[in-house]
């Protein structure tokens, strides 16, 4: 595509090229991560932009840029807000999002994507690929804490991605919302039986794998809830308790810069030098090239803590720009 203009993709543009299915963004998150492993990449701190009128931790607006390597270099920013009372009050969804890619031959912007739906896939294509790495591979259960569109995601990918899972259980302090998803689960997964737990620490015990998808601000899950074997995966950043950091056998996150920092409780144990770089199992990049091992016995309790990497979301945007091009996607625009 020429410098002059620029190509927009909107959600319908990008599902119709196969951006609703976790194939595409399993294949772009892998190697984001590949990159990542190498070095092949550059990853500014997000910054947060917060109103000094909301108090409320998922009430943010923040920059993502990142620059990737690779056969096809690409450069961007992912501009994500998100407000909690979005859903009751307004009846959207709590995050929204825009992608720009930049040409690195030029640093002319060369697309705009909606980003709501390629941040949620991507998310979920990250605790994917950690499931394939640091799960028990007999693994067949998978429970949800929180039930939103973060978490749809999550189910759909897992369902997608491992035909070993028959069951999943799933919690939501709105029953309502675990009911809702639990139907439209069973609407495109006739396989999976869902059961809609009584509380979140009985969704988690006795539990190979458990994704954190809520948007609370304070910790309310303890080590002693988790059985041998499990994965938790803790997609939400603030539901686990600091227990969990401290007796887990492997700690893995995506990037420890990005996760050490923000007063989030992974900063406050190695600002206390409870926690460290030295203490940190792998960041999952080296998982992913062999350089880390993963799971090594099915006793292992694993911790992922994914603070989130901008360059996930410029890879799978990356890949979507490829198909929209090839098929001739989207809307054309003139920059000048």
């Keep these: 595509m020429g410098s002059t203009s ?4 909107s959600r319908t543009d990008i ?7 976790s194939d595409l963004y399993m294949a772009a998150v892998e190697e984001g991560f590949r990159l990542h492993a190498a070095g092949d990449f550059v990853q500014p701190l997000k910054p947060y932009l917060r109103s000094p009128r909301s108090t409320h931790i998922a009430d943010r607006i923040i920059a993502m840029p990142a620059w990737i390597g690779g056969e096809r270099p690409a450069a961007g920013l992912k501009w994500i807000g998100s407000k909690h009372d979005n859903p009751a009050a307004r009846g959207l969804e709590r995050a929204s999002a825009l992608i720009v890619l930049n040409d690195p ?3 002319y912007p060369i697309a705009v994507l909606e980003a709501g739906l390629i941040s949620a896939m991507r ?25 939103g569109p973060i978490a749809a995601r999550q189910a759909q990918t897992l369902a997608e991605q491992f035909p070993g899972l028959t069951r999943l259980r799933l919690f939501d302090v709105r029953e309502s919302a675990a009911e ?20 979140a620490e009985a969704a ?12 609370t601000d304070r910790p309310y899950l303890p ?7 499990t994965l938790l995966a803790n997609v939400s950043i603030m539901d686990v308790e600091r227990d969990v950091f401290l007796k887990a056998d492997k700690v893995v996150v995506d990037d420890w ?12 144990l190695v600002e206390a030098g409870e926690f460290s770089r030295e203490k940190l199992h792998a960041e999952l990049g080296e998982v992913v090239v062999g350089r880390k091992p993963g799971r090594e016995n099915d006793r292992e309790i694993i911790l992922l803590n994914p603070m989130g990497m901008a360059i996930d979301d410029i890879a799978c945007a990356r890949a979507v720009l490829r198909r929209a091009e090839e098929s001739g996607a989207g809307t054309v625009l003139p920059l000048f």
């Design 6 to 9: 620029l190509r927009y993709l």
């Design 15 to 21: 599902a119709a090229i196969g951006g609703e299915h």
């Design 105 to 107: 031959g030029t640093n």
């Design 123 to 147: 998310t979920a294509a990250v605790t994917g690929i950690a499931v394939r790495h640091l799960a028990r591979p007999d693994f067949s259960e998978v429970a949800l804490i929180g039930c």
């Design 180 to 199: 809702d998803l639990a139907a439209r689960l069973r609407d495109s997964f006739p396989r999976l039986k869902t059961v809609i737990a009584a509380s």
């Design 204 to 215: 988690v015990r006795e539990c190979p794998v458990v994704v954190t998808c809520t948007v």
């Design 223 to 229: 080590f002693h809830w988790l059985s041998l074997g």
């Design 257 to 268: 810069d990005q996760c050490n920092r923000e007063k989030k409780i992974f900063n406050l």
